[in-house]
Structure formats: C-alpha cells, structure tokens
C-alpha cells in the first residue's frame, strides 16, 4: 500500500511540476487546476473534479487517502507542496 501511495503522490507532483513550469505562478487557481487535470488524464491517472464551495475546488483519485497541498505560487514549486496521508501506517 505504501508503495502505491509513493507512486501515485509521484505522479501527481510531476504533473504539478510540468504545469508550474508551463505556466509559472501567479495565476487563478481555476487555470492551475485545469491544466492538472489534463496533464493528469495525458498521463493516464483518472481524477474527479469536485466542487464544494465556490471558490474552492478539489481534486479526487478515487479510493486515495494521500492528500497534497499544491500552492502553485511560489517561484520554486517543491516549497509549494505539503504532503498529508490520512489513516496509513507504514
């Protein structure tokens, strides 16, 4: 499971990366959040899009419990990016 998790949080950091450094930060958060998902769904990793609150939104792989806080506007993305697991032990 561990793995997996590695693997997937991977996956979605290097999508980050490849829109940050696209499109650069100090953009909406709507236009980070687009680009995600497409370069999510060009690397074959299935996302939902949900929408909660209006001026928040969220991304979902579906029975993931790994949790990543993306702040696409810092210069250097990688001081950008939390990550937090919910309910995993290694």
């Known amino acids: 499971m561990g793995k ?3 693997q997937i949080t991977e996956a979605v950091i ?3 990366m490849a829109v ?13 959040e687009a680009c995600l998902v497409h370069e999510l769904a060009q690397r ?10 209006q001026l928040l939104s969220y991304l979902r792989l579906s029975g ?8 696409f506007n810092e210069r250097v ?3 950008g990016i939390r990550r937090v ?3 995993f032990k290694e």
């Open 4 to 6: 997996e998790l590695n």
């Open 44 to 53: 074959g990793v299935k996302v939902d899009r949900i929408h909660e609150v």
């Open 20 to 32: 940050h450094r696209a499109l650069g930060p100090g953009l909406l958060e709507s236009a980070y």
């Open 64 to 71: 993931c419990e790994v949790g990543l806080l993306i702040n």
């Open 77 to 79: 993305l990688k001081d």
């Open 14 to 16: 290097g999508a980050a």
């Open 85 to 87: 697991v919910n309910h």
